[in-house]
């Protein structure tokens, strides 16, 4: 036993930077009361003490703002950071080295006894405020980001967010760096969102990139056609680009240089 409680203990020290020594982690740590509380609970609830195993775990949902189900498996060296608002079901299981921040929920999406709840494996980082609802499996190393609704198992070492939930891929260095170029080419900054900022209509957009991209060099070589022999089509200006319809999505309301007029193709 207290093996596992020095456990704890230097688990918040590992994942909390603000921790500074023994003693007011012992004292002010809310997460590391519900947990230990929780296992009293558990250990009850194991015993078949199911109302006793309800009341410890209703006391330490008022001491700490932290809701355990007595019934909810919990791996070591579980933590729990600021933890106001959270709330775990009774099918839910945890494994080693997770954290959860502040507002997260682990719950049900049915009625029905059984399996309710979430499994999360080990390592898991969930963000405050996600919603985790459903019997499913988050994998082992997986991220879920703060506010996402996740409905779905997530495979280990992926990372969640929106809502409903969405899996980010993780983008390949020379699309993107294709990408940034035609996003400078037409004069902006592709949607204001970088690379350590993914999101779904992000990647939705980074397509658009990619056609624009193909269409871009299919008319350059169009125009190279037409020139050998002998138009002068592809002199033609495109429309212009107005500086102020990307004000809003170019950093700091800057513009690219030249302010205006699309490049020609083959430029």
């Keep these: 036993m207290f093996e596992r409680m020095r456990e704890d203990i230097q688990s918040v020290f590992h994942r909390d930077p603000a921790a500074r020594n023994t003693l007011e982690v012992l004292i002010c740590y809310p997460g590391l009361h519900a947990v230990w509380l929780h296992r009293l609970a558990h250990w009850l609830w194991g015993a078949d003490w199911k109302l006793l ?19 909810a498996k919990i791996g070591r060296r579980f933590f729990i950071d600021h933890g106001m608002g959270i709330v775990i079901g009774e099918t839910a299981e945890i494994g080693n080295d997770v954290t959860l921040y502040h507002g997260v929920t682990l719950g049900g999406t049915s009625w029905n006894k059984g399996k309710r709840h979430p499994t999360l494996e080990d390592g898991v980082i969930v963000g405050a405020g996600a ?35 969405r899996i980010i891929a993780k983008p390949d260095d020379e699309q993107e760096a294709r990408r940034k170029a035609m996003a400078e080419k037409i004069g902006f900054d592709a949607y204001g969102v970088s690379e350590d900022m993914p999101d779904p209509v992000a990647r939705a957009i980074g397509q658009l990139l990619d056609h624009l991209q193909a269409v871009d060099g299919r008319l350059e070589g169009m125009c190279k ?12 200006d ?30």
């Design 238 to 267: 495109l429309p212009t680009l107005r500086a102020e319809d990307f004000a809003d999505v170019k950093p700091g309301g800057e513009v690219a240089a030249g302010g205006g007029a699309a490049p020609r193709a083959g430029e």
């Design 131 to 165: 919603k985790i609802l459903g019997p499913f499996t988050v994998g082992a190393g997986a991220k879920i980001g703060s506010n996402a609704v996740v409905t779905r198992a997530v495979p280990a070492g992926a990372t969640a967010v929106g809502i409903p939930g």
């Design 225 to 236: 056609a037409l020139t050998a022999l002998g138009s002068d089509y592809c002199g033609k």
């Design 53 to 71: 195993a309800r009341v410890v775990s209703h006391v330490g949902r008022w001491l700490t703002g932290i809701e355990i189900h007595p019934g």
